[in-house]
């Protein structure tokens, strides 16, 4: 079955780094378009970063420059490497995977990013 787990989060000063980790498994990453959302409490889950499953990447405004986000075939990981972090980063991150054709969802468990000024 689809499985998807997230690792990488902590605790982390503003303007440091965090790179979190999203191993998948019963996922084919060309079936499917591949991205970070994230949730704090009180608030709706917003897209982070996505890429999709020819290549395209796109990202939100508020993490344009700071944020990257890749994918490795072969070890079929998902990665959202996060540098200069803010206060308002602060959420929890989730890995998600849409299959292209069905556009049906899967979710990771989450993790947990908090940034202190």
């Known amino acids: 079955q689809v499985q998807l787990v997230e690792s990488g989060g902590g605790l982390v000063q503003a303007g440091g780094s965090l790179r979190l980790s999203c191993a998948a498994s019963?996922?084919?990453?060309?079936?499917?378009?591949m991205g970070w959302f994230r949730q704090a409490p009180g608030k709706q889950r917003e897209l982070v970063a996505r890429?999709?499953?020819?290549?395209?990447?796109n990202y939100a405004e508020s993490v344009q420059g700071r944020f990257t986000i890749s994918r490795d075939t072969v070890k079929n990981t998902l990665y959202l490497q996060m540098n200069n972090l803010k206060p308002e980063d602060t959420a929890v991150y989730y890995c998600n995977a849409r299959q292209t054709m069905y556009l049906t969802d899967y979710w990771g468990q989450g993790t947990q990013v908090t940034v202190s000024s």
């Open positions: 890429i999709t499953s020819g290549g395209s990447i």
């Open positions: 019963g996922i084919i990453f060309g079936f499917n378009d």
